[in-house]
């Protein structure tokens, strides 16, 4: 059981280039979540997904897109990559049903954009 | 006020010893809560979640406490291994099952 896989784990980008984050869950989860990492700042949530062909904007939503096509995948676009989106990335899933409401993350991508 | 607060630490204590962390929300409507374990440059997992009566696993107990909004992570007998970020997180409700995460506490236990 692989849980939740994330391609690529690293990746650097020269500002304005373009690339996609793939998040993969084999869980059957029907929640699936975007965050990045930054030291001191936390996770902060980019966007998420209640469902398959379902989006929604999180908190620092700017310079990003994501596509729920599949439910078991969930893909974070950078369309111009810009040096303040060096960060790790990580991407979570959540199930349904009562009791332990946890996430499952992907062991993360490290981005730098220079 | 942020709406899930930690002390940074970092906590520095010996083998062997007992650490205590807090962590209070603002959320009152706050239905869930858990502390996630971050290792240095890897992904948060799910230590425990924290139920209304307290709950223990092993070396660690959790506690909320609801009328003054916190919970707690007690760590008995600490262990090198045990080094780590420990976060804090709140689940406020919806269906859109948001969890709210704190900044974490860090957790160093020496030789």
């Known amino acids: 059981n692989a849980g939740v896989t994330q391609t690529p784990k690293f990746r650097v980008l020269k500002t304005g280039q373009s690339m996609t984050l793939l998040c993969a869950q084999d869980m059957n989860h029907e929640y699936m979540y975007w965050y990045r990492q930054d030291p001191g700042m936390g996770l902060r949530l980019i966007h998420y997904s209640v469902g398959e062909g379902t989006t929604a904007k999180g908190e620092v939503p700017d310079g990003y897109n994501v596509s729920r096509l599949k439910k078991q995948n969930f893909l974070l676009g950078l369309e111009s990559a810009a040096p303040s989106q060096t960060s790790v990335y990580f991407c979570a899933s959540a199930g349904q049903g009562a009791g332990n409401y946890g996430y499952t993350f992907g062991s993360g991508t490290r981005l730098t954009v220079v | 006020r942020k709406e899930v607060e930690q002390d940074p630490g970092p906590f520095n204590v010996p083998e062997g010893a007992t650490v205590a962390f807090n962590c209070t929300y603002s959320n009152s409507a706050s239905q869930s809560f858990f502390w996630y374990r971050q290792d240095c440059r890897k992904e948060p997992k799910l230590l425990m979640s924290?139920?209304?009566?307290?709950n223990e696993d092993g070396r660690f107990t959790a506690q909320l406490n609801r009328a003054s909004q916190y919970i707690s992570l007690l760590i008995r007998d600490s262990k090198l291994s045990d080094s780590a970020t420990y976060l804090c997180v709140v689940n406020i409700g919806g269906n859109n099952r948001k969890l709210i995460w704190g900044l974490g506490t860090s957790l160093a236990v020496n030789p």
């Open positions: 924290v139920y209304s009566s307290g």
